[in-house]
């Protein structure tokens, strides 16, 4: 049998735990904050209990939201499955059940779509491979016998190989024209300048250049920095303050607070335990070895994950023009804060055998934020459009034809015609790893004479 690589062995290593279990506790809290708080601040009701329609994941519009109440109910079993996780008690059932319901949540709905919904799927989905309540945990004070302080070493590396991955792919996004111009971050600071309290912080005209570019470093930078033992304080330091500054300025949810939680996978473990758990290193029950059997199958399911996770950011190079236009391969991808889109839409809808035209404008039927966002959302345009074409057909209008008049603009840039005004969608077909041709292609700049 041949010789497994050394750097491949190390990953089965024992190593000390106290950064798994710890993260895990952060983990559950912020979980436990973010449903709970979905609940208490009204998002829920924004989000599943107020609109009238909604724009769920196209292929899951099979999986509806629970009507009246229900969906406060399946928050709280959210939160309630959160503080099992942060406390350590039926932890693999808990965090298996929260990964599922929060998929469901996830793909209900799109209209309020934010990275860190993302994030938290994927996290969970790595914490259910590990043995992160071994410790520090209620299970492991009711079972003594059972509690563990060390785990093989990929149960930390997998979170450092998320993590780099989210970091290096945010960097190339940047890598962008319209970000390193500080285009969208120009259109944001300028509303916030008009809306906030302290608007005139705001309105300083080098703070989009700095924070373009400074956005840039961090995402390049903080993985390497944090590796190094010499600048990991230094650069936790600055995560921190990072992370805190974009909390406060963009209101982006818990995203800041798990990037600050992820950086515990730098720090040696042993110095965690010593600083925060208290408790002296030691092994009161077998860290698990895993056969030969357990490793093949172990390293092909994290190969494959970790390809995934290296195509998905890039599978936007497979379709034609920009995809902060278009937008198909955006999600999944951590391009996070590169465009700002504004327009409007309105829909035709055509009875083709009497040649009688209805203009219907979304924004009558939708709330607030659904109809703020629909303009620039080519997934939006296309399931209103099958909405309406359903609506008339309940009415007695049956096969009539939907078209959108859709003018965007992006990150300030003159507006356009995203989708193409001659195209039925009622008729047409969402294709979902192909090219949608209805979307237009993103109008370039006139070349200079």
Avoid at 192 to 201: N, P
Avoid at 246 to 256: A, D, E, H, K
Wanted: aromatic content about 14%.
């Amino acid at each position: 049998m041949r010789e497994r690589p050394a750097w491949l062995e190390r990953r089965f290593e024992p190593i000390d735990n106290a950064g798994l279990v710890v993260f895990r506790a952060l983990f559950g809290f912020i979980l436990l904050v973010e449903t709970a708080g979905a609940i208490g601040t009204g998002w829920v009701t924004r989000a599943f209990v107020e609109p009238a329609l909604r724009f769920p994941m196209i292929g899951f519009e099979w999986i509806p939201p629970l009507p009246g109440k229900g969906m406060y109910a399946y928050f709280g079993a959210m939160a309630v499955l959160a503080a099992l996780i942060m406390i350590g008690f039926a932890f693999r059932a808990a965090i298996i059940g929260f990964l599922v319901l929060w998929c469901g949540a996830y793909v209900m709905q799109t209209a309020h779509y934010n990275n860190h919904y993302y994030l938290i799927a994927l996290l969970c989905l790595l914490l259910t491979s590990t043995p992160a309540a071994s410790d520090f945990s209620v299970r492991a004070r009711r079972h003594p016998s059972l509690r563990s302080t060390t785990c093989p070493r990929w149960c930390r590396d997998i979170f450092v190989w998320q993590v780099a991955i989210l970091y290096l792919f945010a960097a190339y996004a940047k890598l962008s024209p319209d970000w390193l111009s500080a285009r969208p971050l120009e259109i944001w600071l300028g509303h916030m300048a008009k809306t906030r309290t302290l608007g005139a912080i705001y309105a300083e005209p080098w703070l989009p250049w700095l924070l373009a570019r400074g956005g840039f470093a961090f995402d390049a930078l903080v993985i390497p920095l944090l590796a190094w033992r010499r600048t990991r304080w230094l650069a936790f330091g600055v995560a921190i303050a990072f992370h805190l500054f974009n909390s406060i300025t963009f209101r982006v949810g818990v995203f800041p607070y798990l990037g600050i939680a992820l950086c515990i996978f730098f720090f040696a473990p042993e110095r965690i335990r010593a600083r925060i758990l208290g408790a002296v290193r030691g092994t009161d029950a077998p860290t698990p070895s895993y056969g030969a059997t357990g490793r093949r199958v172990g390293v092909t399911a994290f190969t494959a994950y970790f390809a995934l996770q290296l195509f998905l950011p890039l599978r936007h190079h497979f379709y034609p023009g920009s995809v902060d236009w278009h937008e198909e391969g955006y999600r999944m991808s951590w391009r996070m804060m590169l465009r700002a889109k504004s327009g409007r839409v309105v829909f035709r809808v055509r009875n083709p055998v009497t040649g009688t035209t209805w203009r219907i404008d979304p924004k009558h039927e939708l709330t607030e934020h659904q109809a703020a966002r629909i303009a620039g959302r080519p997934d939006m345009i296309w399931l209103f459009a099958q909405y309406l074409r359903d609506d008339f057909a309940r009415s007695g209008e049956s096969s009539v034809e939907v078209y959108a008049d859709a003018l965007v603009s992006l990150n300030g840039s003159p507006r356009a015609l995203l989708i193409d005004p001659s195209v039925d969608l009622a008729s047409t077909p969402w294709r979902l790893v192909r090219y949608n041709r209805f979307i237009t292609p993103f109008p370039e700049p006139p070349a200079e004479k």
